[in-house]
Protein backbone atom coordinates (compact mmCIF):
# COMPACT_ATOMS: atom_id res chain seq x y z
CA UNK A 1 0.00 0.00 0.00
CA UNK A 2 1.33 3.69 -0.63
CA UNK A 3 1.35 6.30 1.41
CA UNK A 4 -1.33 8.35 -0.85
CA UNK A 5 -3.62 5.00 -0.35
CA UNK A 6 -2.95 4.96 3.33
CA UNK A 7 -3.76 8.60 3.70
CA UNK A 8 -6.88 8.08 1.48
CA UNK A 9 -7.97 5.41 4.09
CA UNK A 10 -6.97 7.71 6.99
CA UNK A 11 -9.05 10.91 5.81
CA UNK A 12 -12.11 8.76 4.65
CA UNK A 13 -12.28 7.34 8.36
CA UNK A 14 -11.48 11.03 10.17
CA UNK A 15 -13.25 13.24 8.13
CA UNK A 16 -16.70 12.67 10.25
CA UNK A 17 -15.33 13.19 13.38
CA UNK A 18 -13.08 16.18 12.35
CA UNK A 19 -16.27 17.41 10.62
CA UNK A 20 -18.45 16.94 14.21
CA UNK A 21 -15.33 18.45 16.43
CA UNK A 22 -14.96 21.05 14.41
CA UNK A 23 -18.65 22.19 14.54
CA UNK A 24 -18.73 21.93 18.28
CA UNK A 25 -16.03 24.49 18.08
CA UNK A 26 -17.29 26.94 15.65
CA UNK A 27 -21.20 26.32 15.65
CA UNK A 28 -21.73 26.59 11.49
CA UNK A 29 -21.40 22.94 9.32
CA UNK A 30 -19.92 24.89 6.43
CA UNK A 31 -17.04 26.55 8.53
CA UNK A 32 -17.10 22.93 9.99
CA UNK A 33 -16.23 21.40 6.36
CA UNK A 34 -14.20 23.99 5.22
CA UNK A 35 -12.33 23.31 8.59
CA UNK A 36 -12.01 19.71 8.60
CA UNK A 37 -10.87 19.96 4.81
CA UNK A 38 -8.07 22.40 5.83
CA UNK A 39 -6.76 20.02 8.28
CA UNK A 40 -6.79 17.24 6.37
CA UNK A 41 -4.48 19.27 3.60
CA UNK A 42 -2.44 20.24 6.09
CA UNK A 43 -2.28 16.80 7.20
CA UNK A 44 -1.59 15.65 3.64
CA UNK A 45 1.35 17.72 3.53
CA UNK A 46 2.83 16.70 6.66
CA UNK A 47 1.85 12.46 6.17
CA UNK A 48 5.43 11.82 4.93
CA UNK A 49 7.20 13.79 8.18
CA UNK A 50 4.56 12.16 10.24
CA UNK A 51 6.95 9.42 12.32
CA UNK A 52 4.66 7.62 13.99
CA UNK A 53 1.54 6.23 12.42
CA UNK A 54 -0.17 5.81 16.01
CA UNK A 55 0.16 9.75 16.65
CA UNK A 56 -1.65 10.43 13.15
CA UNK A 57 -4.85 11.31 15.03
CA UNK A 58 -3.20 13.41 17.78
CA UNK A 59 -1.76 15.45 15.16
CA UNK A 60 -5.01 15.91 13.00
CA UNK A 61 -6.91 16.94 16.24
CA UNK A 62 -3.92 19.38 17.30
CA UNK A 63 -4.46 20.44 13.61
CA UNK A 64 -7.79 21.11 13.75
CA UNK A 65 -7.77 22.86 16.88
CA UNK A 66 -4.61 25.26 15.58
CA UNK A 67 -6.83 25.72 12.19
CA UNK A 68 -9.72 26.56 14.46
CA UNK A 69 -8.00 28.98 16.33
CA UNK A 70 -6.16 30.88 13.80
CA UNK A 71 -9.99 30.81 11.95
CA UNK A 72 -11.17 32.83 15.29
CA UNK A 73 -7.78 34.95 15.11
CA UNK A 74 -8.94 36.52 11.49
CA UNK A 75 -11.61 39.62 11.40
CA UNK A 76 -14.60 38.63 9.65
CA UNK A 77 -16.96 41.38 8.46
CA UNK A 78 -19.44 39.11 6.74
CA UNK A 79 -22.25 37.13 7.89
CA UNK A 80 -23.33 37.57 11.63
CA UNK A 81 -24.24 33.36 12.65
CA UNK A 82 -26.65 32.73 14.77
CA UNK A 83 -28.04 29.67 16.05
CA UNK A 84 -31.68 31.21 15.63
CA UNK A 85 -34.13 31.88 12.53
CA UNK A 86 -35.66 35.54 12.15
CA UNK A 87 -38.92 33.95 12.56
CA UNK A 88 -39.64 31.51 15.55
CA UNK A 89 -40.02 27.88 14.19
CA UNK A 90 -42.16 25.19 15.80
CA UNK A 91 -39.44 22.58 17.03
CA UNK A 92 -39.09 19.80 18.74
CA UNK A 93 -37.86 20.43 22.88
CA UNK A 94 -34.62 18.12 22.12
CA UNK A 95 -33.84 20.78 19.25
CA UNK A 96 -34.42 24.19 21.53
CA UNK A 97 -32.04 22.48 23.73
CA UNK A 98 -29.60 21.56 21.59
CA UNK A 99 -29.44 25.14 20.14
CA UNK A 100 -29.37 26.92 23.64
CA UNK A 101 -26.64 24.10 24.29
CA UNK A 102 -24.58 25.17 20.99
CA UNK A 103 -25.66 29.05 21.89
CA UNK A 104 -24.37 28.66 25.10
CA UNK A 105 -20.90 27.27 24.02
CA UNK A 106 -20.59 29.65 21.23
CA UNK A 107 -20.56 32.84 23.54
CA UNK A 108 -16.74 30.87 25.20
CA UNK A 109 -13.77 32.02 24.05
CA UNK A 110 -12.00 30.25 21.36
CA UNK A 111 -9.82 28.83 23.64
CA UNK A 112 -12.35 28.03 26.31
CA UNK A 113 -14.66 26.59 23.78
CA UNK A 114 -11.66 24.27 22.06
CA UNK A 115 -11.17 22.97 25.77
CA UNK A 116 -14.58 22.38 26.70
CA UNK A 117 -14.70 20.37 23.19
CA UNK A 118 -11.43 18.28 23.53
CA UNK A 119 -12.03 17.29 27.61
CA UNK A 120 -16.13 16.45 26.89
CA UNK A 121 -16.79 16.14 23.27
CA UNK A 122 -13.37 14.33 22.02
CA UNK A 123 -13.07 13.15 26.16
CA UNK A 124 -9.13 14.00 26.53
CA UNK A 125 -7.39 14.22 29.71
CA UNK A 126 -6.01 17.03 30.94
CA UNK A 127 -3.19 16.19 29.97
CA UNK A 128 -3.86 15.74 26.32
CA UNK A 129 -5.44 18.88 25.90
CA UNK A 130 -2.63 20.64 27.19
CA UNK A 131 -0.42 18.62 24.82
CA UNK A 132 -2.98 19.66 22.03
CA UNK A 133 -3.37 23.22 22.75
CA UNK A 134 0.35 23.68 23.56
CA UNK A 135 -0.25 25.16 27.10
CA UNK A 136 0.33 23.92 30.54
CA UNK A 137 -2.30 21.39 32.17
CA UNK A 138 -2.72 24.48 35.13
CA UNK A 139 -3.97 26.42 32.08
CA UNK A 140 -6.49 23.94 30.61
CA UNK A 141 -8.29 23.64 34.46
CA UNK A 142 -8.60 27.51 34.43
CA UNK A 143 -10.05 27.40 31.21
CA UNK A 144 -12.02 24.46 31.72
CA UNK A 145 -13.59 25.68 35.14
CA UNK A 146 -13.99 29.79 34.20
CA UNK A 147 -15.67 27.93 30.99
CA UNK A 148 -17.89 25.32 32.94
CA UNK A 149 -19.29 28.31 35.21
CA UNK A 150 -20.06 30.10 32.33
CA UNK A 151 -22.46 28.38 31.03
CA UNK A 152 -23.60 26.91 34.13
CA UNK A 153 -24.39 30.74 34.79
CA UNK A 154 -26.26 30.36 31.22
CA UNK A 155 -27.83 26.92 31.61
CA UNK A 156 -28.38 26.51 35.19
CA UNK A 157 -26.72 23.27 37.25
CA UNK A 158 -29.17 20.90 35.68
CA UNK A 159 -28.33 21.20 32.25
CA UNK A 160 -24.86 20.97 32.78
CA UNK A 161 -24.69 18.00 34.83
CA UNK A 162 -28.09 15.74 35.13
CA UNK A 163 -27.76 14.07 38.82
CA UNK A 164 -30.64 11.25 39.48
CA UNK A 165 -33.96 12.68 41.40
CA UNK A 166 -33.44 13.11 45.42
CA UNK A 167 -30.03 13.66 44.95
CA UNK A 168 -28.26 17.24 45.86
CA UNK A 169 -26.67 19.59 43.56
CA UNK A 170 -22.70 19.11 43.99
CA UNK A 171 -20.91 22.40 45.46
CA UNK A 172 -18.87 24.55 43.17
CA UNK A 173 -15.88 24.77 45.74
CA UNK A 174 -15.74 20.39 45.97
CA UNK A 175 -15.17 20.06 42.49
CA UNK A 176 -12.94 23.01 41.92
CA UNK A 177 -10.81 21.57 45.04
CA UNK A 178 -11.09 18.10 43.87
CA UNK A 179 -9.39 19.11 40.10
CA UNK A 180 -6.77 21.49 42.10
CA UNK A 181 -5.77 18.63 44.44
Known amino acids: MTSADEFVEFAEAISPRLRRTAFLLCGDWHTAEDLAQTTLEKVFVSWRRIRRQNAVHAYARRTLVNTYLAYKRLKHTGELLTGWFPEPLVQAPEVEERMIVLDALASLP ?45 LGEAMIEPRPPGRPPRENHQSRDACNG
Open 110 to 154: PRSRAVVVLRYWEDLSVEQVADTLGCSTGNVKSLSAHALDKLRAM
